[in-house]
């Protein structure tokens, strides 16, 4: 017979108190939550894992699905997507956090999180969206994120406006994996480091990417066309192994587990120096705590490698002019004629007052447009680019 007992929040929140480190985020401030929520269910989570799971069945994580991390959906099959490189990065962190003995929960929910505001087809639309609102504040996609958790989503039980309602500590993990110039959101204080959570995901952001997105560059068939072409040679992809002592018949793998292993050993050395005592004396610092140990310049040639060969490609540029091309002619269609716009988007449109006004950027009808074509899938983009634009294309289901 087991003599186990449940575990629910009070149990796990102590067992945090006793395994974590003084310096790890146990939970959440007072007032954290924008719109204080009524108790109604049976508290069997705690506050952070609440959060991941709101994130995890949010119809924007759905969306990740169908957009693109850097070769676009429709590719290939075996290409990863916004979804699968979220699902990677909080894999990666969730380990690292472990390893640290900080909060694996806030860590995996800020990783879940992060990319919630990006664009169909990647880093392009980023860029064009950003140039039609630059008298509005811009559009990054780390504070279009915040503001799919804060302000768009819509959850059941909550008020309009609301978003996600998640925890402030989560909030501001999202705002920070990118590191933010504007400094639009004043009360997640965007000129601290955040959490040790946060900088996790920082990180571990930028070796799932680097790393993943040398692999699909790889399987597309890039590397072996510059080979065939003379730019690069078999020895210049052994290379990026062999920097690191990494076995390249695991592939990425080998490189990641090197760079993780490396990661937790310089930051555990540089927390022994720092000497926290608490979350607060993580944010007071000037600087990020955690630290590669060994293989920072190889980390760095290698980053420099993948911008070159795999998002300089001529493959990567057709599909950035592609992308550009759909949206700036929806944009521009949009804008002329915004009776266009689904029902509920063209309402907002003419009404951008409906939606609460806090610190961030307010909300015009110009950035209600671009927050429809920031929400779009891929292939979402597509087909409303051929029902528009195509004279043959129907635009009547039945």
């Known amino acids: 017979m087991s003599h186990f007992k449940p575990k629910f929040r009070d149990e796990i929140e102590i ?21 204080d929520e009524p108790v109604i269910n049976t508290p069997t989570r705690t506050e952070f894992q609440r959060d991941r799971d ?37 894999q990666i962190a969730r ?13 995996e929910a800020i990783a879940l999180g992060h990319d919630l505001g990006h664009t169909p087809f990647g880093h392009a639309v980023e860029s064009y969206l950003n140039d039609q609102l630059k008298n509005e504040g811009g559009f990054l996609h780390n504070q279009n994120s915040v503001r799919v958790v804060e302000l768009l989503e819509e959850k059941k039980g909550l008020p309009f406006g609301y978003g996600l309602n998640l925890t402030s500590e989560v909030r501001e993990g999202i705002l920070k994996h990118t590191k933010d110039t504007t400094k639009i959101y ?19 952001d930028k070796i799932a990417y680097i790393t993943h ?13 510059l080979i065939e072409s003379g730019l690069l040679t078999p020895k210049d992809i052994d290379s990026l192994w062999d920097m690191f002592n990494a076995d390249q018949n695991w592939g990425v793998s080998s490189i990641i587990n090197k760079l993780v292993v490396d990661l937790v050993e310089g930051t555990i050395e540089h927390l022994a120096e ?44 057709i599909m950035d002019s592609k992308a550009k091309r759909i949206i700036n002619r929806l944009y521009r269609s949009f804008s002329q004629n915004p009776k266009q716009l689904p029902y509920d988007v063209y309402a907002k449109f003419c009404n951008p007052d409906i939606y609460p006004r806090r610190d961030g950027y307010y909300t015009t009808p110009n950035r209600i447009l671009c ?22 294309e129907r635009i009547i289901s039945v």
């Open 274 to 317: 720092l000497d926290p005592k608490s979350p607060e004396d993580i944010r007071n610092l000037n600087h990020d705590v955690l630290r590669l140990k060994n293989y920072k310049t190889q980390y760095d040639t290698m980053k420099q490698f993948v911008e070159k060969y795999i998002y300089g490609s001529p493959l990567a540029e």
């Open 371 to 392: 927050d429809f074509l920031a929400s779009m899938t891929d292939r979402y983009a597509i087909l409303m680019y051929s029902k528009i634009f195509t004279p043959t």
């Open 186 to 204: 004043t009360s997640l204080e965007p000129e601290k480091p955040g959490s040790i959570e946060g900088q996790i995901v920082y990180f571990a």
């Open 95 to 107: 380990g690292i956090a472990r390893s640290l003995h900080v909060n694996e929960d806030l860590t």
């Open 15 to 35: 067992d945090q108190r006793t395994l974590l480190a003084p310096y790890a985020v146990l939970s959440p401030k007072e007032g954290s939550r924008l719109y």
């Open 213 to 225: 997105d040398l692999e699909d560059g790889i399987n597309s068939g890039i590397l072996r066309d």
């Open 54 to 90: 709101r994130i995890i069945h949010s119809k924007a994580f759905r969306r990740l699905m169908y957009k693109t991390q850097v070769f676009v959906n429709h590719e290939g099959d075996h290409f990863r997507t916004r979804l699968t490189h979220s699902l990677e990065v909080a």
